[in-house]
């Protein structure tokens, strides 16, 4: 899995997706860090644990509803920088109850993190961009 870049990675979790909120934010994970969050998911037991099931899977992509339940979760993110999280929860909050405060979302991401947070809102919104 490591050989595949992000992008490769949330093009596989889509295969037969067509909710744009859900490609949007499967997408924005996938081009942030390289797939940090993908890769975490598929690979940190302890994540899953903490959730109650498996957050992702190759064949269903990610579990949102567990997703959001992992959130709720103290001290999940322990592991975490305050940038990747802002992007995981802005992620989950295109696809399901998770709410996001976006001036702390502004004050944690940088430059790039914010570029990829836009567009990801854009696809949301408006389908896919090229």
């Known amino acids: ?9 949330a093009a596989k979790l889509l295969r037969g ?3 744009q909120h859900v490609r949007a934010a499967t997408r924005l994970l996938g081009s942030h860090r390289d797939g940090f969050w993908l890769r975490r998911f598929a690979e940190d037991q302890e994540l899953a644990q903490m959730a ?13 509803e567990a997703l959001t339940r992992l959130m709720r979760t103290p001290g999940w993110s322990r592991s975490a920088s305050g940038g990747q999280i802002a992007v995981l929860e802005f992620a989950v909050s295109l ?6 405060n976006l001036r702390q979302v502004l004050r944690t991401v940088d430059a790039t993190e914010f570029q990829l947070l836009l567009s ?4 949301a919104a408006y389908g896919e961009v090229s």
């Not at 696809?95 to 996001?100: I, N, S, Y």
């Not at 990801?120 to 696809?123: G, I, K, P, T, Y």
Request: aromatic share 2%.
């Open 17 to 19: 997706v067509g909710h």
């Open 120 to 123: 990801a809102l854009r696809e």
């Open 1 to 9: 899995m490591n050989e595949t870049t992000g992008a490769e990675l």
């Open 52 to 64: 109650g099931r498996p957050l992702v899977d190759s064949t269903d992509g990610i579990d949102w």
């Open 95 to 100: 696809v399901g109850d998770c709410a996001v």
